[in-house]
């Protein structure tokens, strides 16, 4: 049983292995280790993974930047000073996507994860993959012991 896209979001925003919470996963902020030291996850499941990590960071450069524009548009309306806005505009393109790196690649490898979970074959350690299915196992035999009585 795959884990809950909950968890896997939440792990991921901490940049953490979204399959065991292993950190650090990264060797510096946007250096990705190519995989978890402690569950064996690959993080780079199959060719061209991380185009959604791209895309995910696109679109959060793109939100920062109208946000950026609306605000000091609004703010200083009737004349708004389009060089300083633009030149903040600038600043805001050139920073975010550097900041957010590592927040999208992990984000995208728990996405991945919710919408494909993992195979057998795919070298992570059993305990890992099979936790939550351990987990119902022992409840079920917990109530059935109960029910039994």
Known sequence: MAQSPGLLLRRALGRRCPVCANKPIFRSWVRMTPQCS???????????????????????????????????????????????????AVIVAIAVPFWFFPYSRTLWAA??????PLDFDEGVAPGFELEEDLRRFRRERENDSDDQK
């Open 38 to 88: 402690r569950c064996g996850l690959w993080f780079n499941r199959i060719p061209g993974h991380w185009l959604g990590s791209w895309f995910l960071n696109i679109i959060v450069v793109q939100t920062a930047l109208v946000i950026e524009l609306l605000i000091g548009v609004t703010i200083t309306w009737p004349d708004p000073p389009m060089w300083n806005i633009g030149v903040l």
């Open 111 to 116: 996405i991945d994860l919710a919408m494909r």
